[in-house]
């Protein structure tokens, strides 16, 4: 399997293939412990205490949101991280999330959206469900049919709902663990931001409510965009709330790691000789975990951290130029580059599916190259990856479509009233405000849609989205990540996507 150059290319390709996800989102489903993946940064927004884990789409909310449900996960985590508070034996609930809702799980949005009609208290909502899932089955609560109809006994029977609380609290004390309500893809629950906001603010209120509490809590899995805090923060003690948030980011060394992870538990049967290798030539020292039945490889701590050997590795099977020279690029920082927003972050499911399309596009262009990826193979795998990422947005964010189409051939940096002049010319703005005003919308519309007559709430929203970015002289410049999937260029630039079919995905 190996040559001099320490791999042979086609066996790795087929063994990248084989391990790296053709579908990156677990849509809800609880992910396989031999794929979880902890960075350092992460292991603080799993405490319990951490009432507020924030982050990018795809930055791994709702992987985390559906591991902890997982006692297998939990006690891998326990493992790996055993200050965090994690363990098997907590227990998990879900409050709201992508999976479906339900009498036994959560109310949905069109129960929600009625209950606030009703003027219902979006704080008093949140309450009633944490408490339905931490009493016992016998409780009057858990009897009731209807959320509707537990939050009228939770709003009127307020100090038997403390007492149940109070009690639930104690027992989990003394089995010295903990009880934790998951909220996770928040943007399902209204359609409207005033409603959302409503919806997020009293969430944020319950988490407040149950700090006191010691084995009880609330956590919240919230986008950036959701958490602006004049809009849901602006309630006595918020700061208390606020103060143990947790941002998911991840580090270019924590990528590759995840890439290790990967390559490492494959059920390809060349997992075992590449954590060999690596070891071997590389200085990539891995340890084992056991999970149940499962054994769970990762590569240690030290190593994930070491740059100089993650570095040699990659280079090793992706080359060590992004051309004929140096000049061009080195891999290892050009992926991680060429996929980070206009914050810097990048999502880990992007830089999986760049890699995954680079090594089918090697398979088919350059069977014969002496790696296993080729460079102009790479460049194609990113924009495979754009056109993923802006599919996802058009998922959550309908509307960044409507603005960014218009913007097709542009090339940036270029000034902002071009931009504005695009938008004008296809009466974009125009288009967003009749949806926004149609009662049968069912995804939210930009934030600042009508802040002022000059689009400049607009171009806010992509700020805040990591679409757009502000150049030190006020032009508009757009991160490849976006720019080649929308069709826009840059001098020197990798080159975009042209068709309307690619931008789908």
Not at 212 to 236: I, M
Not at 266 to 275: D, I, L, M, P, Q
Not at 393 to 416: I, K, N, Q, R
């Amino acid at each position: 399997m190996t040559t001099g150059r320490v791999w042979d290319p086609a066996w790795l390709r087929d063994l990248l293939l084989s391990a790296l996800p053709e579908e990156t989102s677990l849509h809800g489903n609880v992910p396989e412990a031999r794929f979880v993946y902890l960075p350092a940064s992460h292991r603080k927004a799993l405490e319990p205490n951490a009432s507020v884990v924030v982050g990018m789409r795809g930055a791994g909310k709702s992987f985390w949101w559906a591991a902890l449900q997982d006692s297998k996960i939990r006690s891998l985590v326990s493992h790996l991280a055993p200050h965090a508070g994690v363990s098997e034996k907590m227990h998990v609930a879900v409050g709201f999330g992508e999976t479906a809702p339900g009498p036994d799980t959560f109310p949905g949005r069109e129960t929600l959206e009625k209950l606030l009609s009703d003027g219902v208290a979006a704080r008093l909502i949140w309450r009633t469900v944490v408490a339905y899932h931490a009493d016992t089955k016998d409780s009057p609560l858990r009897v009731l049919p209807t959320w509707q109809e537990r939050i009228y006994w939770v709003t009127n029977n307020p100090e038997i709902v403390d007492h149940r609380l109070a009690e639930r609290d104690e027992a989990f004390a003394e089995a010295h663990t903990w009880f934790m309500v998951l909220f996770d893809a928040l943007d399902r629950s209204a359609s409207t931001w005033k409603n959302m906001n409503r919806l997020i603010r009293g969430l944020l209120e319950t988490a407040r409510d149950f700090r006191p509490y010691r084995r009880l809590r609330v956590k919240c899995f919230l986008r950036t965009d959701q958490l602006d805090e004049g809009e849901v923060a602006d309630f006595p003690d918020a700061s208390k709330v606020l103060a143990s948030s947790v941002e998911l980011t991840w580090t270019r060394e924590d990528l590759f790691g995840l890439l290790w992870q990967y390559l490492g538990n494959a059920s390809h049967k060349g997992a075992e000789h590449f954590v060999q290798i690596s070891e071997a030539h590389f200085g990539i020292r891995w340890e084992d975990t056991q999970v149940g039945d499962v054994r769970v490889r990762r590569v240690a701590p030290s190593c994930i951290y070491d740059e100089a050997a993650q570095r040699q590795l990659f280079h090793s099977i992706a080359g060590e130029w992004m051309g004929r020279d140096w000049r061009r690029g080195f891999p290892y920082t050009w992926i991680p580059n060429h996929l980070a927003d206009a914050g810097g972050n990048v999502s880990p499911r992007s830089f999986l599916a760049a890699l995954r399309a680079a090594a089918q596009d090697t398979n088919e262009r350059y069977p014969a190259h002496d790696t296993a990826l080729h460079y102009e193979s790479i460049k194609r795998g990113v924009q495979r990856a754009s056109s993923i990422r802006v599919r996802e947005l058009t998922e959550d964010y309908p509307w960044v479509h409507a603005l960014m189409e218009p913007l097709s051939g542009v090339v940036v940096p270029c000034d902002f009233a071009e931009v504005a002049l695009r938008w004008k010319e296809a009466r974009a703005i125009e288009a967003l405000r009749k949806s926004a005003q149609r009662d049968e919308e069912k995804r939210l519309p930009p934030a600042h849609l009508e802040m002022g007559v000059d689009a400049n709430g607009l171009r806010r929203d992509l700020e805040e989205l990591g679409i757009f970015r502000r150049t030190h002289d006020g032009r508009v410049d757009i991160p490849d990540v976006y720019r080649v999937g929308y069709g826009l260029g840059r001098r020197g630039g990798v080159k975009p996507l042209r068709t309307k079919a690619s931008l789908g995905g």
